[in-house]
């Protein structure tokens, strides 16, 4: 693939925060937190965190962010006591629009009482033929008062940009989200390399012995991952 295109109408383009590499959006709580507990685990090593967990963090990595354009607000209206959201009356396009109750069955479970809403995307995500893109919640991100509908869209035939259905559980009014915050999470697949077939069985013994082998080692050697079972150079594209 050569690259993915973000393309959003000239008028707006500038004015709000652009899509960048999902790298560059790790939460805090994650870069805050120390890779080590300060004792040792089971095995005899330094106990570590899931800040160390590289598994974690090439996830958090993968893709592309795409932010919210405008800050967003929740505020209790005075007349019907209703908290709803507000925004910038001088922003350029509503960032959040309202779905109907009914397109999640809200009259029943798990969606119970509850109001879907969508981001007004202004992002037009453009891919080479044969690839789409998976829209997803952003990875990890558990601080943010709300949950994104994960979805599939072949961004190499819609020529108009995917909103994104959201649920809010920011309970309390005065949430304020800053222009910029991850709003989902896109990353990028070649249809024709997904596996479709998959044999399902009990491992060999052979198998089974490399099984002890790998987790004895996990467990006895310090950055064991790193160094032999992490494709760093084909995941930087190198």
């Known amino acids: ?111 119970l009482g509850v109001q879907p809403m969508k981001f007004v995307n202004p992002w037009t995500v453009k891919l080479p033929d044969g690839w789409s893109a998976s829209f997803l919640h952003p990875i990890n991100h558990f601080q943010l008062p709300f949950t994104t509908f994960n979805a599939t869209v072949d961004c190499d035939a819609l020529d108009m940009p995917a909103n994104v259905p959201f649920i809010w559980h920011g309970g309390t009014p005065g949430v304020r989200l800053q222009a910029g915050t991850p709003m989902v999470q896109v990353i990028p697949f070649e249809r024709s390399a997904q596996l479709r077939q998959a044999d399902v069985r009990g491992e060999t013994a052979e198998e089974t012995a490399r099984r002890i082998k790998t987790h004895n080692r996990k467990h006895t050697e310090v950055s064991v991952y790193a160094r032999e079972w992490r494709r760093r150079h084909e995941r930087d594209g190198k």
């Open 1 to 111: 693939m050569s690259q993915i295109d973000f393309i959003c109408p000239p008028e707006i383009f500038g004015k709000i925060p652009a899509p960048e590499p999902a790298a560059k959006f790790l939460p805090d709580w994650f870069k805050t937190m120390p890779r080590e507990m300060g004792m040792a685990d089971a095995h005899g090593l330094a106990g570590l965190t899931v800040r160390a967990c590289l598994p974690v963090a090439d996830i958090m990595a993968q893709g592309w962010i795409i932010p919210l354009p405008y800050d967003v607000w929740t505020e209790v209206d005075p007349d019907t006591g209703w908290m709803g959201f507000k925004w910038d009356p001088e922003a350029q396009f509503d960032p959040i629009a309202a779905h109907h109750p009914d397109q999640i069955a809200a009259d029943k479970p798990p969606f």
